[in-house]
């Protein structure tokens, strides 16, 4: 790319992202580049090590019982004493359920941290993945380990705990080495630290040695945190929540330090104005990503926590803002399993895994979020409860566990509901069947060109998925392509994307959506929805999508294709739909206006139309390989990745080809429906 073309990049993302945002970037890289960012660091460790010298240890929470979490784990006893085993072994699980080895890599570093960004800046490897590096060093295995130990105290849960600890330390010198190059992975890192230490200390292996340079450790790891604020205020996201609550941990767990009161203030001061920026009325957050959404309600659990402990409460303002964030991600979740849409960004975080649900429930963060911050139940009792015991939001009475199975017998009732910043949800009555049309309103940067993606539910299974992420960092194709229009459940024209590509992570002239209308029929049984983006305004294109829910089992999703203001009337444009399909067994028909596709799934049947002008033609792709039409391989098409790292088979339906505007396809899903027998059954 030629310096011109970045200057004009940088230029147009500084107009987008505002001056606030602008101005902390560049403040963050003329520090770094001129050196103050060292300076400010060697001199703010020097401080920490000064006041740490003799302080003690002020704990964080009252520790749940050994009995209550027996009860609430139920039948999971035994899987949560299994991974404290794998982890005594040397393994741990990362990004949901992958194993790998446990152990930081112990190359000590010599270069400070700082040096090492701007190394980074200039590297040219693009399969450098800094998140394999960080991933064993988040210290993310603690919690099960902590859990298990406060079930059955093993000596050598730990003891492997100080092992780890100590081998850190020996290896990775403060602020030397990739380890200290973010002070989100420090921050997260921190709370994890604190986490172990409250639950270990009891431990004959805790000794008082080993508990003085673990404090002297979290005060060092403190005092890393400011010196980069500002690219955590530019990036305007989890990264500036996860510092400012790392800042809060120390300030109260080292309360005896004499920085403790600024930094809890700070953490504090960035915590609450970081909320009021980030979430918005409506509930959704600043990153449209459901895995981020999560992590970010943790966040919020946990300094609800600490602020408990302190006798503070949350502005009025957050809290209803937290309430809505809860209540948004609720809303998305499929309550047969805990699933939700995989929305946006999804990095494979899970920050604090304090219950034995897998990775892709996410109701053990929404029943605590609804119990802190809507002081109602989400769902009835299950393992997805250990989470609030340790938050402090549930003291695992049986009484009122026995009452939140009662009040999750209320299934909501709202066929229809809206977000005005992120999508809208239609139901069908029995809640069987369910899709997701995203209309966002952009209020920062863009994670990903999903605008009109269709997600479709049908009993538990996400059968029109969104692809998700993969990686991050790799070389292409796969370079965070899955971020773009292409491979989502959309309409693209002309081979691009609906907004400007400027990066991995920067989307530029941001796309507008509009709900055109909305309308429930009783009499007829149907629930629809239309909506619009301006995206393809530059090619005087129109587009318009109507998604419909017939009889609660037959979907259908209409996409018109209009010239816009006189524009486009007699030119030809390359159209794309895509459909990414849960994996499954399938046969393809052509009929006379389209083609047909039965699916099968769980022994039950789906039939899938599409229907187009003649022109159109049919591909599918598995596994980045074409299986039906012309062509050998479509790389990224085909994948989805449920996880970070992870890439899994799937379906891709393409339909393809040039029409002169205005047109129409038109996509019909036909669900199974439930004989009176099989209702009888249930």
């Known amino acids: 790319m030629t310096f011109a073309k ?98 930081v890599p112990p190359k000590k570093a010599d270069l400070w941290f700082t040096q090492i960004e701007r190394s980074l800046n200039r590297s040219e490897n693009e399969d450098f993945d800094l998140k394999m590096v960080w991933e064993a060093a988040r210290f993310g295995w603690v919690y099960p380990l902590a859990r298990a130990y406060r079930l059955q105290s093993q000596e050598r849960y730990a003891e492997r705990f100080w092992e780890e600890i100590e081998s850190f330390l020996e290896n990775h010198p403060p602020y030397t080495g990739f380890q200290w190059l973010s002070a989100q992975e420090v921050a997260l890192r921190l709370i994890a630290w604190t986490f172990g230490f409250q639950v270990f ?16 450790a979290l005060a060092i790891h403190a005092a890393r945190i400011p010196s980069t604020v500002h690219y955590a205020f530019a990036q305007n996201n989890n990264h500036l929540l996860s510092e400012a609550v790392g800042l809060m941990t120390a300030g109260w767990v080292l309360a005896e330090h004499p920085l403790a009161r600024s930094w809890w203030q700070q953490g504090w001061n960035w915590f609450v104005s970081g909320l009021r920026r980030q979430i918005a009325e409506d509930g959704t957050y600043v990153q449209h990503s459901t895995n981020y959404h999560r992590l970010m309600l943790q966040l919020a659990l946990w300094a609800h926590l600490l602020a408990v402990g302190r006798g503070e409460a949350f502005p009025e303002e957050i809290t209803k803002r937290l309430a809505e964030a809860a209540r948004w991600l609720k809303d998305c979740c499929e309550p047969r399993n805990g699933c939700v849409p995989n929305l946006g960004p999804n990095d494979g975080a899970y920050i ?27 769902f009835g009792a299950g393992c997805w409860d250990e989470m609030s015991l340790w938050y402090g939001v ?117 796309a507008k959506t509009k709900i055109l209308e909305w309308r429930m029929d009783s009499v007829r049984n149907e629930v629809m929805v239309g909506a619009e983006h301006n995206g393809y305004r530059s090619f005087g294109v129109r587009l318009r999508r109507w998604l419909t829910l017939q009889d609660d089992h037959r979907w259908v999703i209409q996409d018109e294709l209009e010239p816009s203001r006189g ?91 040039q029409a002169t505007l205005p047109t129409t396809l038109e996509t019909i899903w036909d669900l199974p429906v439930k004989s009176t027998y099989q209702d009888e059954k249930a």
């Open 201 to 216: 200390r009891g431990a004959s292996s805790s000794t008082e040695k080993r508990q003085q340079r673990l404090l002297e």
């Open 567 to 657: 524009k486009g009337q007699l030119s030809r444009h390359w159209i794309g739909l895509h459909w990414l399909i849960h994996p499954c067994n399938w046969q393809v028909f052509t009929e006379e206006e389209g083609w047909r596709l039965l699916l099968q799934l769980d022994a039950r049947q789906i039939c899938l139309r599409l229907r187009a002008p003649r022109q159109f033609r049919l591909c599918i792709v598995q596994a980045g390989r074409v299986v039906f039409g012309e062509g050998e391989e479509r790389m990224v098409y085909g994948f989805r990745s449920p996880n970070y790292n992870l890439l899994q088979p799937a379906l891709s339906v393409i339909l393809e080809g």
């Open 6 to 103: 970045r200057l004009w990049l940088a230029f147009r993302a500084a107009r987008e992202l505002g001056i606030a945002q602008t101005c902390h970037y560049a403040w963050y890289q003329l520090t770094l580049r001129t050196g103050l960012t060292e300076q400010m660091s060697r001199k703010a460790l020097e401080r920490a090590l000064n006041g740490a010298r003799g302080v003690g240890f002020q704990p964080l929470f009252e520790l749940p019982s050994a009995h209550s979490l027996r009860v609430v784990l139920g039948d999971q006893v035994g899987a949560l004493l299994d991974e404290a085993e794998e982890i005594c072994a040397g393994k741990m699980r990362v990004f949901g359920s992958q194993v790998m080895e446990l152990r």
């Open 394 to 510: 549930w003291q695992g009475e049986p009484s009122a566990w026995e009452e939140s199975r009662k009040t999750a017998a209320a299934v909501q009732s709202e066929r229809f509901s809206t977000r005005p910043n992120s999508w809208v949800l239609l139901h069908s009555q029995d809640r069987s069947t369910w899709a997701a049309l995203r209309c966002p309103r952009f209020f920062s940067r863009p994670t990903h060109a999903d605008l009109l993606h269709v997600d479709l539910w049908w009993e538990g299974i996400n059968l029109a998925c969104d692809a998700g992420t993969y990686r991050y960092t790799a070389l292409p194709p796969w370079d965070n392509s899955l971020s773009e229009a292409f491979y989502h459940n959309t309409i693209t024209i002309n081979s691009c994307n609906p907004m400007t590509r400027a990066g991995k992570f920067l989307w530029l002239d941001w």
């Open 352 to 378: 604090q895994p304090l219950s034995q649900s897998p990775f892709e429930d996410f109701r053990p963060v929404i029943q605590s979020a609804y119990r802190a911050f809507v002081g109602e139940v989400a």
